[in-house]
């Protein structure tokens, strides 16, 4: 607790390159940390950098161009970035510690859902199988395109929000490297809930149902789907690849949120008017130990 009515809000995340461009993967990076704040309602105030970096490998200039990329997201999220902290490494990995803030009365929590709560995803899935067919140089032209503009894009929902529509939100969370379906069951780890995924609804990024057809799934999909798949029913229903998207492991995907049915019309409009185009209504919440069920 900060006071009597705020609390702060402090997380770290870091990711391996996910594309060439270094000023880009410094913004998907950036991104992708910053979210923890935003899924929970929170603003975030002050970020530091986290660097690994081969400095015998790789031009000083390609680190440049990554920190440039995660401070340009920073500022566009309103945040001072205050330095941060490097060592040297085989690999280039980079993200942010992040401090933010929220008011008490109103943090979205991962649990908090209620049945017949409608279940709300502001970004496309698909960024783990589009980054796969990239890296394997097998994408058609502008699919990466999408799935960077996508990936790069803040969480920052909360921030755009009218007041009396973003306390309706019930639980929140963002959809990260243990897909739809891990984030999803932790929305339902608070116990007396299940979820109903409407697969029609679902926001796909262009080329990752034929991407995931072809065998593009990266390692990480194929760990989400054997941790999580004993507690999803009715993947005999959905086409093969879409399933492998249910358990696909994404970077910097977007929120899921659970709002009551009565205002999800409304909700959904706010989302798309505040930046989200993509922002679709994937599922409801029911009654019941359950747990995911197509």
């Given amino acids: 607790m900060v006071d009597d009515t ?24 950036a ?21 690994g970096f081969p400095v015998n490998c790789q031009p000083l200039e390609m680190l440049t161009q990554i920190l440039k990329g995660g401070q340009e997201r920073v500022t566009a999220a309103g945040a001072f970035l205050a330095g ?11 993200g942010l510690a992040v401090y933010g803030e929220v008011v008490v009365k109103n943090i979205w929590r991962v649990t908090g859902a209620r049945p017949g709560d409608s279940l709300i995803l502001t970004k496309p899935l698909g960024t783990g199988v589009v980054i796969t067919a990239f890296q394997a140089e097998m994408d058609e032209p502008g699919e990466i395109d999408v799935a960077v503009d996508s990936m790069r894009m803040l969480n920052d929902l909360p921030l755009k929000l009218p007041e009396e529509i973003y306390r309706e939100v019930h639980a929140c969370t963002d959809v990260t490297g243990f897909s739809l379906a891990g984030h999803l069951l932790d929305m339902l780890s608070g116990g007396g809930l299940g979820v109903r995924l409407f697969a029609e609804n679902l926001p796909i990024l262009p080329g990752a149902l034929e991407k995931a057809d072809m065998g593009l799934v990266p390692a ?5 789907r054997e941790l999580y798949s004993p507690r999803v029913d009715g993947l005999e229903n959905i086409s093969s690849p879409m399933s492998d998207l249910v358990f696909d492991a994404q970077t910097s995907g977007g929120l899921l949120l659970a709002v009551s049915e009565e205002i999800s019309g409304r909700f959904l409009e706010v989302c798309r008017s505040a930046g989200f185009p993509q922002s679709a209504i994937i599922g409801s919440f029911t009654e019941g130990e359950g747990g995911i069920t197509f």
Avoid: C, W
């Fill in 220 to 224: 990480g999909s194929y760990r989400n």
């Fill in 31 to 51: 991104a992708n940390a910053l979210s923890d704040v935003f899924a929970m309602g929170g603003r975030p105030l002050v970020a530091l950098n986290i660097v």
């Fill in 6 to 29: 705020r609390a702060g809000i402090f997380t770290l995340d870091f990711i391996t390159p996910v594309v060439d461009d270094p000023f880009t993967f410094g913004q998907i990076a």
């Fill in 84 to 94: 941060g902290h490097s060592v040297e490494d085989e690999e280039p990995k980079y």
